[in-house]
C-alpha cells in the first residue's frame, strides 16, 4: 500500500494573476471619461497613492463592478470537507482533480494540537475552546484509524478490478484534494468578509477554522496585488462592494 501521509496544513498557490488597483480605476473612469480611458486602460501603468480616494470612495459607496475587471488563479490543497465549503460560493470557477479518472494520493487532514475542539453557543455565533491533551490525542488517534482503514478498503476494492468512481466511495472528507480557484477581487473581497474572523467588521463572520486557514493565504496574495483596494477593503468594514 502507498505510504500514508498525516497532515495538519493548508496550502493556496498564486498560479497567475491579471490583478492590480489600476485595472479599478480606467473600468471606474470610463463613465466619464468614455474612450479617454483607453490608453491609460492600455498603458499598465501602475496606481499611485493619488488614487487612493477615488479606490475608497468605490468601496465605502459600494461601486462594486470596478473591482471585476481583473482576475486570480489559486492552486489550493485541503481536505474535501474544505472544498465542499468553498463551493458553497457561486463566484469562483472551479476545477477539481477527480476520483474517477486518478487513484487518489493517502494524503490525510488530522488536526494539530493548535486546532481548538470544544464548540460552545448558538449556531451562527460560535465559540471554539481549546481542547484538552486527551481530546486532542483522541482526535488524532481516532481520525488516522479511521483514515488508514479506509484507505486500505479503497486499495483492496481497486486491486480486484473495481472502478475508482466505485471505490472511492469509502473514503472520509478529511482526504486531502486539490483544484483551481479562479476569481476577480470583488468576489474575493466577498469570500475573505465571510471566511475569515477580524475585529471590526460591519458583519461578524464565525468561519470553520479550516476554511480561513486557505482564506488568509488567499488574503495575502490580494493585499500585495491590489495594495489600495486591499487597504480600502479594511477601512470601509471588510465589506465587499
Known amino acids: 500500500m502507498s505510504e500514508i501521509e498525516f497532515r495538519s496544513e493548508m496550502t493556496v498557490e498564486l498560479v497567475r ?14 463613465s466619464t471619461q468614455g474612450e479617454q480611458t483607453l490608453e491609460s486602460a492600455q498603458s499598465g501603468d501602475e496606481a499611485t497613492s493619488r488614487d487612493r480616494g477615488l479606490i475608497n470612495y468605490l468601496m465605502r459607496d459600494r461601486h462594486g463592478s470596478p ?10 490543497q485541503a481536505p474535501i470537507f474544505v472544498f465542499r465549503e468553498f463551493m458553497r460560493h457561486r463566484m469562483a470557477s472551479y476545477n477539481e482533480e477527480s476520483g474517477r479518472y486518478r487513484q487518489l494520493n493517502p494524503t ?9 475542539l470544544v464548540q460552545e453557543g448558538k449556531p451562527g ?15 488524532q488517534a481516532e481520525a488516522e484509524a479511521q483514515s488508514v482503514a479506509a484507505y486500505e478498503s479503497y486499495q483492496r476494492m481497486l486491486e480486484a478490478g473495481v472502478a475508482r468512481e466505485v471505490a472511492r466511495i469509502v473514503l472520509p472528507l478529511n482526504l486531502y484534494s486539490s483544484m483551481y480557484v479562479t476569481v476577480n477581487a470583488r468576489s474575493l473581497m466577498n469570500f475573505l468578509s465571510l471566511r475569515t474572523k477580524r ?15 486557505c482564506a488568509e493565504q488567499m488574503e495575502n496574495f ?7 483596494t486591499y487597504e480600502a477593503f ?8
Not at 126 to 133: E, Q, V
Not at 234 to 241: D, S, T
Request: proline share 8%; charged share 20%.
Open 67 to 76: 473591482f471585476e475587471h481583473n482576475s486570480m488563479t489559486f492552486y489550493v
Open 199 to 213: 475585529e471590526g467588521t460591519h458583519f461578524p463572520s464565525f468561519p470553520q477554522r479550516e476554511i480561513e486557514m
Open 108 to 116: 490525510f487532514y488530522v488536526p494539530n494540537e493548535k486546532r481548538n
Open 17 to 30: 494573476s491579471n490583478a492590480s488597483d489600476a485595472d479599478v480605476l480606467f473600468a471606474a473612469r470610463v
Open 222 to 228: 490580494f493585499a500585495e496585488l491590489m495594495p489600495l
Open 125 to 139: 455565533a460560535y465559540n471554539f475552546l481549546p481542547g484538552t491533551a486527551e481530546q486532542t490525542a483522541l482526535v
Open 234 to 241: 479594511n477601512k470601509n468594514g471588510r465589506v465587499a462592494p
